[in-house]
């Protein structure tokens, strides 16, 4: 038998078992390799970035105008800050079997 060349392989970081450094899913466990954030990730930065600045700008008596500008600069600053935080691939913990 032909053994596979050491850079091609890797393990799984759940199931710890030898898979092909291409695969996207772990055929012994079910991991997945996954690029960038997941939309639960997205969301979540998005919405603390558009709760974040208006509620900042409101307490220090900016106004709404000003608050309605933070809320748009601030999704967008969450948007990038979760795809830059994920920008990588990395392995996701696989689905629990019933």
Do not use: N, Y
């Amino acid at each position: 038998m032909i053994e596979p060349i050491a850079g091609t392989v890797e393990q799984c970081p759940f199931c710890h078992k030898t898979i092909r450094g291409t695969a996207e899913i772990c055929p012994h466990c079910g991991a997945e390799r996954r690029f960038g954030p997941t939309l639960r990730e997205s969301l979540l930065t998005f919405a603390v970035g558009v709760t974040a600045g208006p509620v900042f700008m409101l307490l220090i008596g900016a106004g709404l105008q000003l608050a309605a500008l933070a809320a748009a600069i601030g999704g967008l600053i969450g948007f990038f800050i979760a795809h830059s935080r994920h920008a990588g691939d990395r392995w996701m913990k696989p689905p629990d079997k019933p």
